[in-house]
């Protein structure tokens, strides 16, 4: 038998050629890993301020839309909060008791506090009048509108709401069945602290804290959150009632360090945008 044939393994020197290209491998897949790892935490932090500067935005733009400087929906303002008429829920009148309301198809909660106001239309045209909601009334048991006979069957209403006579000159502002009924709020937008960071939040009514709605953002002293208002002609104004569009600048930060080249440091990104107001 050739003993050559016979014979079988590796050698010493094969083994240390195996173990010396064994580890250049996986030292190179331990590397593309660790990139790969490093970008993808990069990425995501990146998507993450991206996200908070678009949700930022949305709320504030989405709020400024809605608003009207010249009906007086703009109670302050300034560059680095805002205080608005905040539109919190509608509904239709179904049924009518003087200067009380049965409402139906209520979308969200009519509620009668300090800072509660209403708009509402007449039903002789489609102009929207401002009032005061004085008193909201829930079912069961909601008085002085027994029921709707606008709905099938005369149901009770859900709600009852009363408004004060500011428009119109007679106690029922010239509203009735068939008109409709927008609530708001006062509602204060600034940025707030928490465990160290910067937050966009919101206060709405009488609330006596804010609740947080993105963030973080970086702080008013680096312009996390600046406001500038203008009025019809385009000239900055601090006059709340002349303003006609506003522009938000809002800088957000990434909630961990991540690499950034040599160093280890916070993702950042600015946006700015521009809102009309229904003047």
């Known amino acids: 038998m050739n003993r050559s044939l016979a014979r079988s393994g590796f050698s010493m020197l094969e083994l240390m050629i195996a173990l010396v290209i ?71 009148i179904c049924g009518t008791s003087t200067k009380r309301y049965g409402i139906s198809g209520a979308a969200g909660t009519f509620t009668a506090g300090t800072d509660d106001s209403a708009m509402v239309t007449q039903t002789s045209g489609t102009t929207w009048n ?22 099938s069957g005369s149901p009770v209403p859900p709600v009852v709401i009363e408004l004060a006579a500011n428009v119109g000159g007679a106690d029922t502002l010239n509203v009735g069945v068939g008109s409709v009924v927008r609530g708001f709020r006062k509602t204060v937008y600034k940025l707030v602290q928490s465990s160290g960071r910067w937050w966009l939040a919101r206060r709405v009514g009488a609330a006596g804290t804010y609740d947080i709605l993105t963030g973080p953002l970086r702080s008013n ?26 522009t938000i600048t809002l800088r957000a930060e990434s909630t961990r360090n991540v690499p950034s080249g040599r160093t280890v440091d916070k993702r950042r990104d600015s946006l700015t945008a521009t809102a009309t107001l229904r003047n």
Not at 132 to 150: D, E, H, I, Q, R
């Open 22 to 92: 064994g580890s250049v491998l996986i030292t190179a897949v331990f590397g593309v890993m660790m990139s790969h790892s490093r970008e993808f935490r990069v990425q995501r932090e990146t998507l993450d301020v991206r996200e908070t500067l678009r949700g930022a935005v949305n709320i504030l733009t989405t709020e400024m839309q809605h608003a009207s400087a010249t009906r007086g929906d703009l109670y302050a303002i300034s560059p680095e909060s805002l205080a608005v008429r905040s539109y919190q829920t509608s509904g239709a």
């Open 130 to 151: 401002k009032a005061k909601l004085t008193t909201v009334w829930t079912n069961p048991g909601s008085p002085y509108v027994a029921t709707c006979p606008s709905w």
């Open 221 to 246: 002293t680096d312009s996390g959150l600046v406001f500038r208002y203008y009025d019809a002609a385009g000239a900055i104004t601090a006059v709340p009632g002349s303003v006609k569009r506003v």
